[in-house]
C-alpha cells in the first residue's frame, strides 16, 4: 500500500489507530475524527516499548481518547495534535 492509499483506507474503517514510523504521516492537517495516527519517532528496536507506554499513558489509554488525534511519540514524552485544536500539546511519560 502506497502512502496516499493509507488515509483513504483509514477512513473507511470503523475507528482504526494507525501506528507507523513514517515521520509524513506526523502532520496536523492529518487529523479526522474518525481515526489517530501514531507517529513513533523510536529506533525500530524499541517500539513494542513505548507502544505499551502509549497505550497506557492517562491521555490515550482509551480508543474515544485517541480519535481525532495525531500523536508523535519520542522517549522523552508524547506530543499530540487534537482535531480543532491550534496548538500541539506535549506531555511526559508519567
Not at 506530543?79 to 506531555?91: A, G, K
Request: proline share 2%.
Amino acid at each position: 500500500m502506497q502512502d496516499e492509499e493509507i488515509i483513504p483506507f483509514l477512513q473507511s474503517l470503523r475507528r482504526p489507530t494507525f501506528l507507523t514510523r513514517d515521520e509524513d504521516f506526523h502532520d496536523r492537517q492529518l487529523c479526522y475524527a474518525k481515526y489517530s495516527l501514531i507517529y513513533l519517532a523510536v529506533d525500530k528496536i524499541e517500539v513494542a516499548r513505548f507502544v505499551r507506554r502509549l497505550f497506557r499513558h492517562s491521555e490515550l489509554n482509551t480508543q474515544a481518547k485517541r480519535m481525532g488525534s495525531v500523536v508523535r511519540v519520542t522517549s522523552a514524552g508524547l506530543s499530540i495534535w487534537r482535531r480543532h485544536s491550534r496548538n500541539e500539546t506535549h506531555f511526559d511519560w508519567e
